[in-house]
Nanobody, 126 residues
Framework: QVQLVESGGGLVQAGGSLRLTCAASGRPFSSSAMGWFRQAPGKQREFVAAISNSGANTNFADSVKGRFTISRDNAKNTVYLQMNSLKLEDTAVYYC???????????????????WGQGTQVTVSS
């Protein structure tokens, strides 16, 4: 069974940092681009960051550029999202997502990802 499990969410003060982890299982993910998306209450799910299958290429939403980084360890089937200088507007449920095997481009488009985790809550307080 293909599965993505996020962890690392929590409550943090504005200006603080968190690192989210996405553990993948059920198949090799080294040929799949991976992404992070988020959804705040009453809003649509939006793209945050993505990384190519090799890790050489990344994409970021303008709202997080310079504050968030994404990385992956293919040997561990794990993807990370390092979030620094967190803002109140970063509060959301964060989802990890994977593209199909062989699709290594880090697209920003939600429907290009076919496997999703259950999400982890990130709450930024003032």
């Amino acid at each position: 069974q293909v599965q993505l499990v996020e962890s690392g969410g929590g409550l943090v003060q504005a200006g603080g940092s968190l690192r989210l982890t996405c553990a993948a299982s059920g198949r090799p993910f080294s040929s799949s681009a991976m992404g992070w998306f988020r959804q705040a209450p009453g809003k649509q799910r939006e793209f945050v960051a993505a990384i190519s299958n090799s890790g050489a290429n990344t994409n970021f939403a303008d709202s997080v550029k310079g504050r968030f980084t994404i990385s992956r360890d293919n040997a561990k089937n794990t993807v990370y999202l390092q979030m620094n200088s967190l803002k109140l507007e970063d509060t959301a449920v964060y989802y990890c997502a994977a593209r199909r095997a062989g699709f290594g481009y880090p697209t920003t488009i939600t429907y290009n990802y076919d496997t999703w985790g259950q999400g982890t809550q990130v709450t930024v307080s003032s």
